[in-house]
């Protein structure tokens, strides 16, 4: 239809005007559909004479009118949706950028931020948005906990804390599990050296362990062992030079060494300089 038009706009118009009132009415409607109207101008109006094809004319433009109208109005709500589409659009890649920014600060060990957006600009990005505060949230908590039981244990001495936390569980469960395994083992060897120092050998350190705490475990009840043997062998010595004058047996400590061997050596050599007086 625009061709058709501009075609018509480039027919060479004679001088002077066309008698025929219905032509000069159609140059003048095809005048404005090349100009367009001027504010407050609208398309004229056919005052001539009437006939059936003159009335099919007009009707005919009425209708071409009206589809251009709708056309144009079509095209202006197109276009303005296409602007509010590329508004969003531009919205949308904000907010990933965003978002991508604080999974990049979570990955980096930065805790402290809290990300944002306004629920009304980005409907689609804010439930996100949140989800990764929430993370923000129950991560900086966990630090938190983590921190404070790792003070109380290096720093202050005290044990028994444990991660109070509802979420990660697969973090803070083996934390909590480690926690308490420290916990029982410091306790049981505390136990077992308190005993020692009041002469109580019937105690030996009991809770599971593994590695070097392990071997930590072992030496504690080997040395408890073996001085419960020298202390038992020791009476032993003692008790039958007071009643028979003499030793039957020396004192022996299975696997003695160093220190422990020197000190059952110098028994039994006190037992026999006993038993000769």
């Not at 099919?56 to 589409?85: C, G, P």
């Not at 957006?117 to 996100?128: E, G, Q, R, W």
Request: glycine share 6%; with cysteine; proline share 4%.
């Amino acid at each position: 239809m625009s061709i058709n038009l501009l075609l018509l706009s480039r027919i060479e118009r004679p001088s002077r005007m066309p008698s025929d009132p219905l032509k000069t009415y159609l140059l003048a409607v095809l005048n404005v559909y090349k100009n367009g109207t001027a504010p407050g101008e609208s398309i004229p109006a056919y005052d001539g004479p009437m006939d059936p094809a003159t009335e099919e004319i007009l009707r005919s433009l009425d209708e071409m009118a009206t589809r251009m109208h709708s056309t144009e109005k079509n095209l202006k709500d197109v276009n303005e949706r296409s602007a509010a589409i590329e508004k969003e659009l531009n919205q949308l890649k904000a907010d990933v950028q965003n978002i991508e920014h604080e999974c990049r600060a979570i990955a980096s060990g930065e805790i402290t931020r809290t990300a944002f957006t306004d629920p009304v600009k980005s409907p689609i990005a804010f439930p996100l948005m949140e989800e990764v505060n929430f993370l923000l949230s129950h991560l900086r908590q966990l630090v938190t906990e983590i921190s404070r039981v790792c003070h109380e244990i290096v720093a202050e001495g005290r044990l028994g804390g444990q991660c109070l936390v509802l979420d990660f569980g697969e973090v803070h469960a083996p934390f909590n599990m480690l926690a308490a395994r420290i916990t029982s083992q410091i306790r049981s060897i505390s136990k077992v050296m308190v005993g020692l120092s009041i002469g109580d050998l019937s105690k030996q350190v009991e809770v599971e362990s593994y590695g070097e705490q392990l071997n930590l475990k072992n030496t504690l009840n080997k040395t408890v062992i073996q001085t419960r043997v020298l202390v038992k062998e020791i009476g032993r010595v003692v008790s039958e030079i007071e009643n028979q004058g003499k030793i039957t047996v020396p004192a022996h400590v299975a696997g003695a060494e160093g220190q422990w061997e020197t000190i059952i050596e110098q028994v039994n050599r006190l037992a026999q300089l006993a038993a000769k007086e």
